[in-house]
């Protein structure tokens, strides 16, 4: 009696891949007639040296042709959609086959599929005449944006850095002061990343952007540029240090890449950094906001009026609460893209090698 083999696969906008575990398989039979695969081999798999077989009903229709690879530890099998589109599941079945799961060393979402296509057919432009910051408008764009955010980052990182060995403690009370108009316009300049991901002219998901924009504007427009007492606060020296730490990498970062030039120590630094200073600089923001409440509630600063039968006002502290539990909310979504990207440079390279 033939057994089941385990079996992994993963999608493509045009390909279906599947992973059959099956070590030395021999006698490989690999056919596709009226939408069902249908696979037997002998091998060793999870029962042992013995006959496995397996038959696949897909969801949509592919194409006849097969193409599949036989190594020492599996076979790996490539199928074409007969229509381009992305899948829902692989099988016409409710329930999925319990020999099958998802092959998470190939798996993409479908956005992700999509950025995918997009580097393959930039990498084949390249081949033909690269596109780079000179010679392309948006190219040339990104090129100005980067540079002029690095340039501001590194003179803000730069500056705190020598004021704090000259003047020690005293200019952690003095930081909003000298650094404040230049970390204005960073920041303003930076709700440009966010038009870029909602237009396209970047390969990256907009809530992201969004989320680090419009929570950084928030820090330092409402917490800090609002209220006088903040702005006197230590707390104002670490927001500062930990956000342009991560900027002076980040943006020479990309402006490498638009001249397609590689520095590994910084994409090492690149998708390595952030681990402990995103986490960090939401916790140095968090401090901020915690301590801004109570200024908020003397002050009075944004509170909402309410008609008088109801009361006075509500206090704006109120949403500060509700804030840090979106900061949480946000870490969350942010820490979850930015290892998605670590991941997926890591499994790049992989590849390459």
Known sequence: MALTPHVYWAQRHDDIYLRVELTDAQNISVKVHENVLRFRAQGRGAKGQNEYEFSLEFLLPVKPEISYKSTQRQVNITLQKEQRGWWEKLTVHERKPVFLAPDFDRWLDESDAEMEIQEREEKLKAKHGPDNA?????????????????????????????RLFIFGQDFLYDTFHSISKVMFFCQILASVEVLNAAFGVVRTRVLPSLIQVV????????????????????????????????????????????CDIEWKT????????????????????????????????????????????????????????????????????????????????????????
């Open 215 to 258: 929570g950084r504007n928030f820090i330092l427009f409402i917490i800090f540029g609002s209220l006088e007492e903040m702005q006197n606060k230590p707390v104002v020296f670490f927001v500062f240090y930990l956000w342009s730490s991560i900027e002076i990498i980040r943006y020479p970062f990309y402006l490498l890449s638009y």
């Open 134 to 162: 000179f010679d392309n408008p948006k190219l040339g764009f990104l090129f100005s944006y980067n540079l002029v955010q690095f340039l501001g980052f590194s003179w803000i990182f730069i500056n705190m850095t020598v």
């Open 266 to 353: 910084l994409t090492w630094l690149r998708y390595t950094v952030w681990i402990p200073l995103y986490p960090l600089g939401v916790l140095a923001e968090a401090v901020a906001v915690i301590q801004a409440i109570p200024m908020f509630d003397e002050t009075k600063l944004f509170s909402i009026p309410l008609p008088k039968p109801i009361g006075t006002s509500v206090s704006f502290s109120y949403i500060l609460y509700i804030y840090l539990v979106l900061m949480v909310l946000g870490l969350y979504i942010n820490f979850c893209h930015l290892y998605k990207l670590r991941m997926r440079r890591i499994h790049t390279k992989k590849k390459a090698t």
